[in-house]
């Protein structure tokens, strides 16, 4: 997974330390550029928050409000080829 976070300017920067706001909506724009695969977000008690298929050549938009600062682990929930195994990331919640 590759998170971007998007400028004042409306330019999309490719971040390494996503930090999202506890308390407000965060929208997620999503798309593939190979097969499909499924964004799965779980909590640090490993409870799935929410999923939503990803597909390529087609832009998904989800919006989530996350209730409390916590570290989020992303996972790709559907098989996708060799490498879906190593599709794991995570990003921190925050209050702001």
């Not at 798309?31 to 695969?37: A, G, L, M, P, R």
């Not at 597909?55 to 060799?82: A, H, M, R, W």
Request: proline letters at 6%; charged letters at 10%.
């Amino acid at each position: 997974w590759h998170f971007y976070t998007v400028l004042p300017n409306g330019t999309l920067m490719l971040t390494n330390n996503l930090t999202v706001p506890a308390g407000k909506p965060v929208v997620f724009i999503m798309t593939s550029v190979d097969v499909n695969h499924d964004f799965g977000a779980y909590d640090e008690l490993g409870t799935l928050l929410f999923q939503y298929q990803v597909s390529p050549d087609y832009v998904s938009v989800f919006t989530y409000e996350f209730n409390q600062p916590e570290t989020i682990v992303v996972k790709c929930l559907e098989y996708c080829g060799p490498g879906h195994w190593v599709m794991v990331s995570s990003f921190n919640v925050v209050v702001t």
